[in-house]
């Protein structure tokens, strides 16, 4: 098609690229966009801070719990943690709306809070993560639900019990 050729069709056509930003547009199927996070079924095992190539997830004690943050503009949108994450508690959006003014760089960031909760067994403080779910039988519904409210030694305890009593 020559250039004239064309320059008629697109006359009478239209023009082929959508009006955005003065309109809709589409997003591309399995498109990689900003992060999210969910912290009510996180595990904490901070697999997806280790493996960020970018370094744009960083975990940080607070005297409430466990903080988590995803800077946007240091995230390269690879899916590792995603694809890593034994509990999806870290997924990739299609969301790519993310262009933002320099002044508000500080702000395009994905928070979330595992918070602090005393064990129901021992009283110890510990945070209030997701019972990992990576074992063998797989937790019933049940045991998921006694798990929770435990720290770390308790929840060991209860799995050693779990494995002689198979
Ligand atoms: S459970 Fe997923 S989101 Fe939570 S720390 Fe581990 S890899 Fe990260
Ligand atoms: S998508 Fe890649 S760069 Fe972005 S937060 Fe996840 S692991 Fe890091």
Redesign the pocket.
């Known amino acids: 098609m020559n250039i004239l050729t064309l320059f008629a069709r697109n006359l009478f056509h239209g023009p082929v690229t959508d009006p955005f930003p003065f309109g809709p547009t589409s997003t591309a199927k399995r498109f990689?966009g900003r992060?999210e996070f969910d912290a009510a079924s996180c595990e904490g095992c901070k697999l997806?801070e280790r493996?960020?190539?970018?370094?744009?997830?960083k975990f940080q004690k607070t005297p409430e719990g466990l903080s988590f943050d995803?800077w946007h503009d240091?995230?390269?949108?690879?899916?590792?943690?995603?694809f890593y994450c034994p509990s999806g508690s870290?997924r990739?959006t299609d969301d790519w709306h993310l262009s933002h003014a320099q002044d508000e760089k500080y702000q395009l960031v994905e928070h979330g809070l595992i918070p602090n909760m005393k064990c129901s067994e021992c009283g110890a403080t510990a945070l209030d993560t997701a019972p990992m779910q990576n074992v063998k039988p797989p937790l019933t519904a049940e045991e998921t639900a006694k798990l929770r409210p435990m720290c770390p030694k308790c929840r060991a305890k209860f799995m050693r019990n779990r494995k002689a009593k198979s």
């Open positions: 990689r992060i997806c493996l960020c190539p970018a370094g744009a997830i995803c240091t995230c390269v949108f690879c899916g590792t943690c995603e870290i990739q």
